[in-house]
């Protein structure tokens, strides 16, 4: 299984970026899926999630600003950010919790590589 994140980028404050990550591979299902980003110097953090039924939850700094969203028939999670901030500059990584084959109940954690999101004042 691999995820696979994209469309980071450069943008001036004030503007907007929509991050993808698509999940491949042998998959059964997937249920919660994430972003996590980590600045210089800092710890990762949560900033959004989605569960398998699209109840989303986001960290205070995002909210209001950033959209997760998901399309399970492709197994991507999409990240919209809006009004960017030089704060919001970041690697961020997805993640998702996949179950690989229908006869087992296990779930496993995978992430993504990371996408550089970087936000000019």
């Known amino acids: 299984v691999q995820l696979q994140a994209s469309g980071g980028g450069l943008v001036q404050a004030g503007g907007s970026l929509r991050l993808s990550c698509a999940a491949s591979?042998?998959?059964?299902?997937?249920?919660?899926m994430a972003w996590h980003r980590q600045a210089p110097g800092k710890q990762r953090e949560l900033v959004a999630s989605?569960?398998?039924?699209?109840?989303?939850d986001y960290v205070d700094a995002v909210k209001g600003r950033f959209t997760i969203s998901r399309d399970s028939a492709k197994n991507t999670v999409y990240l919209q950010m809006n009004s960017l901030k030089p704060e919001d500059t970041a690697v961020y990584f997805c993640?998702?919790?996949?179950?690989?084959?229908?006869?087992?109940?296990?779930?496993?954690?995978?992430w993504g590589q990371g996408t550089q999101v970087t936000v000019s004042s």
């Open positions: 993640n998702a919790r996949i179950r690989r084959y229908s006869n087992s109940y296990y779930y496993q954690a995978y």
């Open positions: 989605i569960t398998s039924g699209g109840s989303t």
């Open positions: 591979g042998k998959i059964a299902s997937v249920d919660d």
